[in-house]
């Protein structure tokens, strides 16, 4: 892992651009001489790492004691794509405008992405816990496809937070039931790119004993900021 860029802001967090081969990232580490708790924080497909509510959220998350970490995984952020990536989701995209089917196109996705995601986030996480200043238990916060292949093949992954839920690969909605961690489900009730019936049929799904969920109105990007707070009590509860 190479550091490529540091700067402490002005809450005392201090913010990390690094490079892990050809996975780029950002570190964000609290103002604290105890090691911290790590919380891997990944956006939905396509969107950068440095996507102004991942960033927000990552940096108050760091406040609160945290080391969080994001990574611009493969097809992700600037990442190159392969055509066949470019053209589903053109596909997605125009399937939507229409009200066409999306399920098949949304698998040829979101598929790979998980796929090609998930050993680039074990690497990441192998890398973060050798660094002084880290330690204990990890949490995931995010992208609820990379999140459930995560919690079941990462045993270090001791707490996760999902968000949505509507849109999972089939593959995942199967492995749903083999994740035994406490989980805390974030829905928002009238998100026109999830179906809601479909996340509260995922919710129902997973093997944890102990699962939340959290339901709010608005849209997808309406996630009320007081469930910051919440999942922040949430993962102190199981990683502090």
Known sequence: MRFTSEQRLDDGVLEREFALGEIPGTLWTPETAAPAPLILMAHN???????????ARARQTAAYGYAVASIDAAGCGDRPRSVADEQARAD?????????PVDEIF????GPLVEKAVPEWRTTLDALLSLPG???RVGYSGWTAVG??????????AAAGFFAGGYVP????EEAR????????????DDEGNPRQRALDLFDTFGSKEKTLH????????TPWFELEDGNRFFGRHLK
């Open 45 to 55: 497909n396509g969107l950068p790492k440095g996507q102004s509510r991942l960033v």
């Open 92 to 100: 997605l995209r125009r399937a939507m405008q229409t009200g066409e």
């Open 107 to 110: 698998e040829s996705l979101v």
């Open 134 to 136: 880290i330690g204990g």
């Open 148 to 157: 459930i292949r995560l919690a079941v093949v990462e045993p270090r992954i």
């Open 170 to 173: 089939r593959a995942q909605r």
């Open 178 to 189: 083999h994740v035994s961690i406490p989980l805390l489900l974030l829905l928002q009730w």
């Open 215 to 222: 339901a709010n109105m608005g849209g997808h990007t309406g």
